[in-house]
């Protein structure tokens, strides 16, 4: 009777390594199941990115301007296939001063944006317009990296210059 109760001694101690090996290969697979789902959200997200850019980079080669001085300020002509979905502005005046602007503005095809002179002695100057001391305005068109409004946009070369 004694060697019986070894056996079944022993039998309870040979269950222990098997459940830590079950559990062991159960935490295995769930850390790999974690690792895959966010590396394939991962991927997915760096998909969209880059499908999103190669779309503003397509935009951008359709995306054509060219600039003219009128008397109150500066007009800009859409000159390309698609609509323009804003315009970038960086003025330049004297002692190294410069200010930056993004004009959120829909520009169609074969039609035009004004931007009017105002005064910038406050210090920030009007939010669709130029500065009237300006010394060079540059402007760039801009289009965004897919269909939605409020989506960033992306500045399409190259830029046009006008020296007052």
Do not use: H
């Amino acid at each position: 009777m004694l060697r019986g109760e070894k056996l079944l001694v022993l039998g309870k101690k040979g269950i222990s390594p098997l459940v830590a090996t079950v559990l062991l290969v159960g935490l295995a697979v769930a850390i790999i199941l974690i690792i895959t789902f966010w590396g394939r959200n991962i991927y997915e997200e760096q998909a969209e990115k880059s499908s999103a850019l190669a779309s503003s980079e397509r935009k951008c080669t359709e995306t054509s301007i060219d600039v003219e001085v009128i008397s109150n300020g500066v007009r800009v002509l859409n000159t390309g296939g698609i609509p323009i979905k804003g315009i970038f502005t960086r003025e330049e005046y004297g002692d190294d001063l410069t200010r930056l602007n993004t004009i959120y503005v829909e520009v169609a095809p074969g039609d035009f944006f004004d931007l009017v002179y105002g005064d910038c002695g406050d210090g920030v100057g009007p939010a669709t317009g130029i500065c009237s001391n300006l010394e060079t305005v540059r402007i760039w068109a801009g289009q965004q990296t897919g269909g939605y409004r409020d989506e960033p946009l992306v500045i399409c070369e190259p830029e046009k210059t006008i020296q007052k």
